[in-house]
């Protein structure tokens, strides 16, 4: 783009890992509606941070309550929306923060727009797992009940497909695996990137 400088810092990345200890991975959460990604995050963020690491959860219902509002659900919509949610994440990597974002982001391709957008070798995609029936059963934000009804259009699982990822370096099936279970999952990818467990 034109007229644009990027000033540099006086603080490189890798003085950052130094200071913080940590390797800044984005582990990003994908997974229908309902499939238990907010829920997961969230467990792994209490994790990090009893274990003094630093990390940020940047969740899909606040960024698009803020940052977002201006996107609806069309699939040129979804795009944008990831777009900006990766580079929001890198910001939060290149400031040496573990990063946890969870997002619906249903195709390979908008998935691959998360994953270029991020240091490389520094990005984990998790797969959380459910089958559709067991995601309306559960409906905990009522979208599904909605979608049905006609209320809302183009909802992932409904009216518009979700493409399940191709090579995700982890997949958790929360239909049969419990949050405990899964956490330990979780905590085993982290532990590749040297995030483990310390007093």
């Not at 907010?38 to 630093?54: I, P």
């Not at 940047?58 to 509002?69: Q, S, T």
């Not at 998360?114 to 240091?119: C, G, N, V």
């Amino acid at each position: 783009m034109h007229n644009l400088y990027s000033q540099p810092g006086k603080i490189a990345f890798e003085e950052r890992c130094q200071q913080y200890q940590q390797q800044p991975v984005i582990f990003w959460f994908t997974g229908l509606s309902g499939a238990g990604k907010t829920t997961l995050a969230q467990e792994f963020e209490k994790w990090l941070f009893d274990r003094r690491y630093l990390a940020a959860l940047l969740d899909a219902d606040m960024i698009r309550k803020h940052i977002n509002a201006d996107l609806g659900f069309s699939m040129e919509d979804r795009r944008e929306n990831i777009r900006r949610a990766s580079a929001i994440t890198r910001l939060f990597q290149e400031a040496g923060l573990i990063a946890l974002a969870t997002f619906i982001s249903p195709t390979n391709s908008i998935r691959k727009i998360a994953r270029d957008a991020a240091r490389e070798g520094l990005f984990a995609e998790i797969y959380v797992k459910a089958d559709i029936e067991t995601c309306v059963a559960r409906d905990p934000k009522g979208f599904y009940r909605k979608a049905l009804q006609g209320d809302i259009k183009d909802y992932t699982g409904i009216a518009s497909a979700f493409e399940p990822p191709q090579h995700p370096e982890l997949v958790l099936d929360t239909g049969s695996d419990d949050v405990e279970t899964c956490l330990k999952k979780i905590i085993v990818l982290a532990n590749r990137f040297g995030i483990q467990d310390r007093e």
